[in-house]
Structure formats: structure tokens, C-alpha cells
């Protein structure tokens, strides 16, 4: 299963970005999708979570301004990110867990390439 993010790009603080990540392969079950994102010289850090059944986790420092949700149809997940602040600039990765069907379902962890989310005045 690929994963294609995008929708990064360079904000304001107080502005808004959405991002995209798109998932893609033959046949799939995806279970759950995450955002991540790793500043420079930082680890990568959980930032979002969505889950087959619609329920949403969401790291402390971006509760309240960032919104993830998903399009089942379209194998889509986004990332509503709102109120953007300078901490939050970083590459944002989306995470798909789940399992793909090849004669038998088999579980697969897939990763996107990371998009760029630049917050400066």
C-alpha cells in the first residue's frame, strides 16, 4: 500500500494548511492513519490519529487547532491544521496501518514521503 502526501507549504503564524494523503494499492483494509511530524533535529512525534470507526486522538500541543479526518471513498486522510504556530513547523508524515489482500490478508505499516509545513512571519 503507497501513501502520496501533500497540501504542505509556508504560513503565516495564525494561519491555516491542509494536508492530504491519499492511499493507494490493490486491496486494502486500512485499521488506522496517523500524522506525524519531526522538526529538525527532534525525533518524530505523534500528531494525530484516526480510526476505522471515526474516533480522533490528537497530540496536547495541537488540540483545538488541528483537525484530522478521513474519506473513506477516496482512501484519503487529511489534516485541518489551523492557528499555526512557529513550534509547528516541521515534516509532516501520514501512517497507514491496516492489512492488504494477496491470497490471504497480510498486515502492512506503510509510510508517506513527508511534506514540508513552514511557519514563519
Known amino acids: 500500500v503507497q501513501l502520496q502526501a501533500s497540501g504542505g507549504g509556508l504560513s503565516q503564524p495564525g494561519g491555516s494548511l491542509r494536508l492530504s494523503c491519499a492511499a493507494s494499492?490493490?486491496?486494502?483494509?486500512?485499521?488506522?492513519m496517523h500524522w506525524y511530524r519531526q522538526a529538525p533535529g527532534n525525533e518524530r512525534d505523534l500528531v494525530a490519529t484516526?480510526?476505522?470507526?471515526?474516533?480522533?486522538n490528537y497530540a496536547d500541543s495541537v488540540k483545538g487547532r488541528f483537525t484530522i479526518s478521513r474519506d473513506n471513498a477516496k482512501n484519503t486522510v487529511y489534516l485541518q491544521m489551523n492557528s499555526l504556530q512557529l513550534e509547528d513547523t516541521a515534516v509532516y508524515y501520514c501512517?497507514?496501518?491496516?492489512?492488504?489482500?494477496?491470497?490471504?490478508?497480510?498486515?502492512?505499516?506503510?509510510w508517506g514521503q513527508g511534506t514540508l509545513v513552514t511557519v514563519s512571519s
Open positions: 501512517n497507514a496501518a491496516g492489512r492488504y489482500y494477496n491470497g490471504d490478508w497480510y498486515p502492512f505499516d506503510s
Open positions: 494499492g490493490r486491496i486494502f483494509s486500512i485499521i488506522a
Open positions: 484516526i480510526s476505522s470507526d471515526g474516533s480522533t
